[in-house]
């Protein structure tokens, strides 16, 4: 389960591509599955009446009474944290993801047990992730805790994972593989890719080793997995480093996009890869 955690400064926006068909109509069924208050949250997914600009100003109402006292809207006052399982784990159901949603508002400080909490949603458009979205202003004006959420949300979709028997992707900060961004998460619903590059990247890097007994091996499995491999040299010419792109995913120009190997999995950088594989 992985969790992306990013911030903005207009909630509207955001909402209009939450519940908007996606690039390539992939968004599917758009609504919500908990919020701060399920009966003052309108939602426009299933409810005719209801409006994204209804729905931005219920959710924005203690930001624009602090302007008033401050002249001005608070900054970064949108938080947005998509959750997303792994391809291989069962379907969870809009109960399920309220629930994780309810866990990740609270382990992060948006919504904490006893204090006042912002005003939040979590949407659903695919049955494999949600989006929350919350304005991180308080009811008394102040702005809630937030200092490493993003860690702090990954730890609470650690202990989830391990409570529901989902795939276990890591143990906190201490895992070795890094999380996509939420740019990646959209590239992968835009180009219709069941995860991320940088999820498919670290499952093939795995497989590969699986089946390496020295480091030609996992790299010649890479490439019959179809990654492209690029390698880095030092002055001398010997190898030095390893780049991996998965085969489509292309950025500016055309050119395939690479993730260094420490960006993917720290454990399986080259001078790493070599030493657990000539153990």
């Known amino acids: 389960m992985i969790p992306d955690v990013s911030t903005g400064n207009s909630v509207r926006p955001l ?14 069924d758009p609504h919500l599955v908990a919020a ?15 409006t994204l600009t209804r729905l931005a100003a219920r959710l924005d109402q203690h930001a624009v009474l602090r302007a008033a006292e401050l002249g001005a809207m608070p900054p970064s006052r949108v938080w947005h944290c998509a959750v997303r399982t792994a391809p291989e784990d069962p379907y969870l159901d809009d109960d399920q993801w309220a629930e994780v949603a309810r866990r990740v508002v609270r382990a992060t400080g948006v919504a904490p047990d006893g204090e006042p909490t912002c005003r939040w949603i979590a949407v659903r ?16 004006g102040q702005r809630p805790r937030l200092y490493r959420d993003g860690t702090r949300a ?10 529901w028997g989902l795939r276990q992707i890591g143990n906190g900060e201490r895992t070795t593989t890094s999380y996509p961004t939420t740019a990646e998460v959209v ?13 498919w990247l670290q499952q093939q890097m795995r497989r590969a080793l699986a089946h390496a007994g020295a480091p030609e091996d996992y790299f010649t499995s890479l490439v019959a997995q179809g990654v492209l491999v690029r390698f880095r040299t030092g002055d001398g010419g010997e190898r030095a480093g390893y780049s991996l792109a998965r085969p489509g995913d292309e950025g500016a120009g055309g050119n395939p996009v690479f993730f260094s ?13 070599r030493h657990v594989l000539t153990q």
Do not use: F
């Open 15 to 28: 909402l209009a591509y939450l519940y908007g068909p996606g690039q390539r109509e992939e968004h599917e």
């Open 125 to 140: 458009h695919s049955p494999h992730h949600i989006h929350l979205a919350a304005v991180t202003v308080r009811p008394d």
């Open 36 to 50: 701060w208050d399920m009966n003052g949250a309108p939602d426009p997914g299933r409810d005719r009446a209801a």
């Open 261 to 273: 190997a420490g960006r993917l999995d720290k454990a399986l950088t080259l001078p790493r890869l």
């Open 154 to 163: 990954q730890a609470e979709c650690r202990a989830i994972e391990t409570e």
């Open 187 to 199: 590239k992968a619903e835009q180009q219709g890719w069941s995860e991320p590059s940088r999820i």
